[in-house]
């Protein structure tokens, strides 16, 4: 479905600024830009000249930090506060820009994690949505516990932990804001006020599918109306039809991918392991330590993304053995490694972009959560999609070289190598599915287009599609 030209629909979209919540939200914009809707980008003024997508635009509002981001502010509470002040006054002024022009604003669609967007486009009179970066199963635990529905700490029987509509959960499964409330308090402050005017929202939008979390898609759709649109990774790894779409057009780091590739193309199909732990995990110099010879121990060929700050933690007579069989470097195109033929496992923190990313590329995983909703999706990618499996930690909370070694040599090749293989297969093709034409997600986003032309066409005013059934 394509908006009809002559109607102008303006649809601005606003990130939290980190790279987790920048790339599947702009992902959506340019996805909405694929089918004639103009789709603008609000973003922070310290990550505005990171983004750069055809057909989307670039706007900057302010966090108040307009030097350093977060990394200025230095303290979670402390930013968000600043990011709800300023980005509501720069927010409005954005809209007001538009007011006048060809194109003014016909909705907000915002990252859950910025519930006070809700309120300026409230107060402007727009329609608007809310976007959230989690999985169905996230959303669903978070929701019950700010709705009442489930107490802190969670209720253990015969040592699990029980949910409606999700997997039994062990301990160890639960996301750490939880598992550990006292640990991270401002982050699960933010979690829980995801929800505190999301009953106000228009629409709700979750980046997953149906088929990859159905029994929380079922819990949650009694809990608040929800449309699924993932998974959001760029259409050239999955569907194919946004032209040039092969990166998310957004990175608060330089890629290398050049000599990522160069040294990929050395390597033979199926014999590489890739190593990333995303753009805001940041491993133990012990665990450093322990990753770094597991891949050396392993015997396989590894490439592992290090972040600069981080290289100081490498053991210090690690490069000199590791020859042709490493690659380490500072940053490249995870997407473009997972979809390498060398490429035969990805060992992962288990964010949910990366979890969706491995599943839409098709690569056999190893979790090694640290943190957040890591342990839950690591949970589903060894247990629930049987794709992978998850490193063990000692009594430390450190995974062992030689777990490393054990994971690696099951999913690359023990007895149970093909089986990853084939379910990774499986789950490729349903993310295909998904997003491409007249498929699920696909349907759930030309619906909110098709409202949206309605809307802005309706002079008496907005439509509730909040209405409208889930797929």
């Known amino acids: ?48 000249k990171s983004i750069c997508a055809p057909n989307v635009g670039v706007e900057a509002i302010s966090d108040g930090f307009d030097e350093g981001g977060y990394a200025q502010a230095r303290n979670v509470g402390l930013f968000l506060e600043s990011f709800k002040v300023n980005g509501s006054k720069t927010l409005s002024q954005l809209i007001q820009k538009f007011e006048n022009s060809s194109c003014p604003v016909t909705c907000i669609v915002y990252d859950s994690f910025l519930p006070w967007a809700l309120d300026v486009a409230k107060e402007h009179g727009i329609y608007c949505g809310a976007f959230c970066t989690n999985s169905a199963s996230i959303c669903s635990i978070f929701s019950r516990i700010h709705q009442g529905l489930l107490q802190l700490p969670l209720k253990v029987e015969d040592g699990l932990t029980l949910v409606p509509g999700l997997p039994p959960f062990q301990h160890q499964d639960l996301p750490s804001f939880i598992r550990l409330p006292d640990s991270y308090p401002d982050y699960l402050a933010m979690k829980l006020s995801q929800f505190d005017n999301l009953h106000k929202a228009d629409l709700i939008f979750i980046n997953t599918f149906e088929a990859l979390e159905a ?20 259409s050239a790894y999955l569907d194919g039809r946004i032209k040039d779409d092969k990166g998310y057009g957004a990175s608060l780091w330089k890629p290398l991918s050049e000599e990522c590739t160069k040294w990929l193309k050395t390597k033979p199909s199926n014999s590489v392991v890739f190593v990333s732990f995303g753009s805001m995990v940041s491993l133990t110099t012990e665990q450093m330590e322990e990753m770094a010879w597991g891949l050396k121990e392993s015997g ?142 696909d349907k759930n986003i030309d619906e909110f287009v098709h409202h949206l032309m309605h809307a802005n066409a309706n002079a008496n005013g907005f439509i509730n599609i909040t209405s409208v059934k889930s797929s």
């Open 1 to 48: 479905m394509v908006a009809n030209k002559n109607q102008i629909v303006h649809v601005i979209v606003v990130p939290y600024p980190s790279q987790g919540h920048i790339n599947p939200l702009l992902q959506f914009a340019k996805r909405l830009a694929s089918k004639g809707v103009k789709s603008t980008i609000a973003t922070t003024q310290y990550t505005v």
């Open 215 to 234: 029994e929380a898609v079922k819990d949650v759709s009694k809990l608040w109306p929800a449309k699924l649109i993932g998974p959001m990774v760029p």
């Open 300 to 441: 396989m060929n590894f490439l592992w993304v290090v972040r600069e700050k981080e290289w100081i933690n490498l053991p210090n007579d690690l490069m000199d053995t590791i020859k042709e069989q490493g690659l380490i470097l500072t940053w490249c195109n995870q997407l473009e490694v997972l979809a390498h033929q060398a490429t035969g496992c990805f060992v992962t923190h288990c964010g949910w972009n990366s979890t969706l990313e491995g599943l839409s590329l098709g690569v056999p995983m190893v979790g090694v959560p640290q943190w957040a909703d890591q342990m839950t999706n690591a949970k589903f990618i060894e247990e629930i999609w049987e794709v992978g499996v998850r490193a063990k930690e000692d009594s430390n909370g450190v995974v062992r070289k030689q777990e490393i070694v054990h994971c690696l040599k099951e999913v690359m090749q023990g007895k149970r190598c093909e089986f990853f293989r084939q379910n990774a297969r499986k789950w490729k093709e349903s993310c295909k599915q998904a997003i491409d034409e007249g498929g699920c997600s």
